[in-house]
């Protein structure tokens, strides 16, 4: 008993005696840091908003009449293809041709009064020369000379004006065109005392349309005319549209608090899908740079500490702007002069060759495990503990 004692006693002084030791001298693993990278390379860079807008016309006009009277004939109907000074409808012109009548007889008439009155002050001049009537008779004479003329230029007014009415009853297509709208039906009577009644609407070209867009005022300042333009309606949403903003409209409108601008977008439509009225989805490109070197944004947000370097030596530089490199056993800073940036990607100007790899963030090995368990659990592949299948 004592012999077996003493042996486990020696076995555990030895034991002892290898964990202090192991806990004097046993190192910690060092946790791996391994860098992501990314070149520094060209890309696309571009910026824009979006808003939504309204299909229209570039030019489009209302015809109306400019006289009260029975529609007669319509000559056209919705769709039809119209050219400018084709008659499109006429009005009843029973009346109009009464006034126009009345009025070529009152400047007969004050035309024979004018005749007499010339003749009498004519008459009245002579005697008035040879001082057999008075200077008052005289003066009367040519007095109702005057008035005789000044009758038969109005009449002459009236005459002209009769006439023009008469040729309001035909109405005329002021442009070539589609009529897009009809507003009356022969038999209908309009009346023109107080305001020009809308008869048609005619959009001048329809292969080439327009968008009016309404852009928030947080966004108008980027909007410039040239910008270049896509958009889409719900009527083709396969289809992607282009165009141009044409005009940026100084003057805001506020909607329940909200202040947008009118911006004007070309919109080609050789096909003819794009129809008045859609409601169109557009996306503004306030800003875009074809093939430019660049590097992802979170380049420039990385910072090394010697945390997260390790044994590597930190060689950084001065500069608002950086990016990182790994050279050997150094992590060196270059200080870069950037461009636009579209959140993803930024543009490089200069401080850095185009083809370098530079650092966009870490792992360390433990995440790397953490990352590798994680997917191994999310794989449908992954073998499962063994004998898990073993029948009990």
């Known amino acids: 008993m004592k012999k077996n004692r003493k042996i486990i006693i020696s076995i555990a002084a030895i034991a002892a005696v290898a964990l202090v030791v192991f806990l004097l001298t046993g190192k910690k693993k060092e946790k791996e840091v391994s860098f992501e990278f990314a ?3 060209k890309a696309n860079i ?14 489009s006009v209302t015809v109306g009449t400019q006289v009260s009277g029975i529609v007669s004939k319509l000559y056209v109907d919705y769709n ?11 009005l009843d012109k029973t009346n109009l041709i009464s006034e126009l009548n009345t009025a070529k007889a009152n400047l007969n008439s004050a035309q024979s009064t004018l005749n007499y009155q010339r003749d009498n002050y004519q008459r009245y001049h002579t005697l008035y020369n040879k001082g057999l009537i008075s200077a008052d008779n005289f003066e009367s004479a040519r007095l109702s000379y005057e008035q005789a003329r000044q009758q038969v230029l109005q009449a002459q007014e009236n005459v002209h004006r009769a006439q023009t009415n008469l040729g309001y009853a035909t109405i005329t297509s002021p442009i070539d065109g589609v009529v897009l709208s009809k507003s009356v039906e022969e038999g209908q009577t309009v009346a023109a005392s107080f305001s020009t009644p809308e008869l048609f609407k005619i959009a001048q070209d329809l292969t080439n349309m327009q968008v009016v867009a ?3 005022e947080a966004d108008i300042g980027g909007v410039k005319p040239g910008e270049r333009v896509t958009f889409t309606v719900d009527a083709y949403p396969e289809d992607t549209f282009t165009g141009a903003v044409k005009q940026v409209r100084q003057e805001a409108t506020t909607t329940n608090n909200v202040v947008t601008y009118e911006v004007i977008i070309s919109a080609p439509n050789a096909d003819l899908k794009l129809k008045p009225g859609l409601t169109a989805n557009i996306t503004i490109y306030t800003q875009e740079r074809q093939g430019v070197v660049s ?3 979170k380049a420039l947000r990385f910072t090394p500490t010697q945390e997260t370097v390790g044994k590597r030596k930190i060689q950084d530089t001065k500069g608002k702007n950086k990016v990182w490199t790994v050279e050997g056993n150094n992590i060196v800073a270059h200080s870069v002069n950037i461009g636009m940036s579209d959140g993803t990607h930024t543009q490089i100007v200069s401080g850095i060759d185009e083809g ?4 966009v963030g870490f792992k360390t090995s433990d995440e790397e495990d953490d990352e590798a368990e994680e997917e191994k659990a999310r794989s449908p592949f992954a073998p499962g503990p063994p004998n898990r299948n073993k029948k009990k």
């Not at 910026?47 to 030019?59: C, K, L, R």
């Not at 039809?80 to 006429?90: C, L, N, R, W, Y």
């Open 39 to 41: 070149k520094v390379e």
């Open 46 to 59: 571009q910026n824009s908003i979006t808003a939504t807008g309204t299909i229209e016309p570039v030019t």
């Open 80 to 90: 039809s293809v119209v050219k400018k000074g084709q008659v499109i409808a006429e």
């Open 214 to 216: 309404n852009v928030d």
């Open 295 to 297: 590097v992802p944004s």
């Open 356 to 359: 370098k790899q530079v650092v």
